[in-house]
């Protein structure tokens, strides 16, 4: 599969699959699964990692357990210079999403909690422009729309790469982009889940994966069921 300048392709990952069997993950990613305390976050690193490296491996043409994976000093893994691809991860829920793309690229997706305390949360890490807007004219849709806000917010820290060691508050996601970055929502996400996506580009041409590829060992990301389809509008 070849990834056009202008592309973005978003893969969908089951982060709830059992792939022991089949792990590419180096020491330093077995180390970190390690270290979670509770069995269903171990299970989702190490699966969504194993669906990142084959997915990369696939791209790149190179077995997905060679793959040089570093990671910034906030915490945003990259490929080891020089890197031909740009990549983002987010899993919430048993859903992963993988953002793939030639330019710097971020993604948010949440689960959304509908016992959240989302006017406390407006309050204290978002714009007042966000907050007026999340408010609205009543509270009735006011948790969706601080998750839209939220996972914005997440996609663009996640972008440029600082996560939230920049202030959420200190910036705004309304209209939809930051500087040169344009900020993209999931139009159709399943029930419960929203998300949100970060670029510098302004019309890029998206492509949704299914990701289906843990069990073949030498075919990364055999038979994955694609659609050519946007995935998320402004
Ligand atoms: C990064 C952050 C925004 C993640 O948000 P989240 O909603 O909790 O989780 P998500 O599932 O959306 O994202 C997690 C993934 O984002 C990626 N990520 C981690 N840090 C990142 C960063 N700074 N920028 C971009 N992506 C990052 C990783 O791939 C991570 O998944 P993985 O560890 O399984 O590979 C948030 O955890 C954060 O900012 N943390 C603080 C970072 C920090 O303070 N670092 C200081 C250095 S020690």
């Not at 699966?47 to 491996?57: D, E, F, G, Q």
């Not at 906030?74 to 030639?102: C, D, M, Q, R, Y």
């Not at 159709?188 to 929203?194: A, Q, R, V």
Request: hydrophobic share 40%.
């Amino acid at each position: 599969m070849q990834l056009g300048p202008e592309e973005i392709h978003i893969w969908q990952v089951d982060a709830t699959q059992d792939v022991e069997a089949v792990l590419p993950l180096s020491g330093v990613e077995l180390h970190k699964s390690a270290q979670f305390r509770l069995p269903h976050d171990r299970r989702r690193y190490r699966t969504t990692r194993t669906a990142l490296r084959r997915i990369l491996a696939h791209y790149l043409k190179i077995p997905a357990d060679r793959l040089a994976i570093r990671e910034s000093s906030a915490g945003k893994p990259h490929l080891a210079a020089p890197a031909p691809l740009e990549f983002n991860v987010s899993h919430s829920g048993g859903l992963a999403l993988i953002a793939i793309s030639h330019q710097p690229v971020g993604i948010d997706l949440e689960v959304m909690d509908s016992s959240l305390d989302w006017a406390l949360l407006a309050e204290t890490h978002c714009h007042p422009r966000e907050q007026a807007y999340i408010v609205g004219d009543a509270s009735a849709g006011a948790l969706d729309r601080f998750y839209r806000i939220w996972t914005r917010k997440e996609a663009y820290l996640k972008g440029i790469g600082t996560g939230l060691t920049v202030p959420p508050r200190s910036f705004c996601t309304l209209p939809e982009w930051i500087d040169a970055w344009h900020l993209y929502d999931w139009p159709k996400p399943p029930p419960g889940y929203i998300a949100a996506l970060a670029t510098p580009l302004s019309r890029p041409t998206w492509t949704i994966c299914e990701f289906a590829g843990y069990i073949d060992r030498h075919e990364p990301m055999s038979k994955p069921n694609q659609r050519r389809a946007p995935w998320m509008t402004r």
